[in-house]
């Protein structure tokens, strides 16, 4: 592939990504809202906001997903206050099962969109590094929503409230 053609691919893909932004915040949004209980006090400080933070550190050292979602499970496996949040309301699982399967889901659209102007073996080649890519969009976004979330009580009233449903299956 001439350089040429690996500029218009790398284009063509991080298009096909940016496409899936507004589920990816959505997918997050309903993961905290079904998920994570507002504080009962304001601005208490809290160890679980580095929680989602140490999952981001994990997807950025590594280009493995399953990395990713077997530091979730150890995280689930943990006991004491710090890792709590995993399993309240099965938060921990309700993440690997977004990362697991929507987000396999919206990689597999996106190596489609790639298929239609690409080589069919070029697209499936980069499904890793998608469905990567993705997850961690999805985590960063996870980790602003829990935050909002956890700083004050009344946030989470606020951020279901508006929570906007997209469509799952939009055109990338």
């Not at 999952?55 to 050292?61: L, R, T």
């Not at 985590?139 to 989470?156: A, M, S, T």
Request: hydrophobic share 35%; with cysteine.
């Amino acid at each position: 592939m001439t350089n040429y053609e690996q500029m218009r691919f790398e284009l063509a893909l991080q298009k096909a990504i940016q496409a899936q932004l507004d589920i990816l915040v959505d997918l997050a949004t309903k993961t905290v809202c079904e998920c994570i209980e507002p504080p009962k006090e304001d601005n208490k400080p809290s160890k679980e906001k580095s929680q989602i933070r140490n999952v981001i550190n994990v997807a950025s050292d590594t280009e493995s997903v399953e990395v990713v979602t077997n530091f979730i499970r150890y995280q689930i496996a943990r006991s004491g206050d710090d890792y709590k949040i995993w399993k309240e309301k099965e938060f921990g699982h309700e993440v690997i099962a977004v990362i697991e399967k929507d987000l396999d889901q919206m990689t597999k659209r996106v190596i489609e969109k790639l298929k239609q102007s690409f080589s069919a073996d070029q697209s499936d080649q980069e499904f890793h590094r998608v469905h990567h890519q993705l997850t961690q969009l999805y985590l960063g976004y996870l980790n602003r929503c829990f935050y909002y979330v956890v700083e004050k009580k009344d946030n989470k009233k606020k951020l279901c409230a508006g929570r906007r449903k997209i469509n799952a299956t939009p055109q990338v």
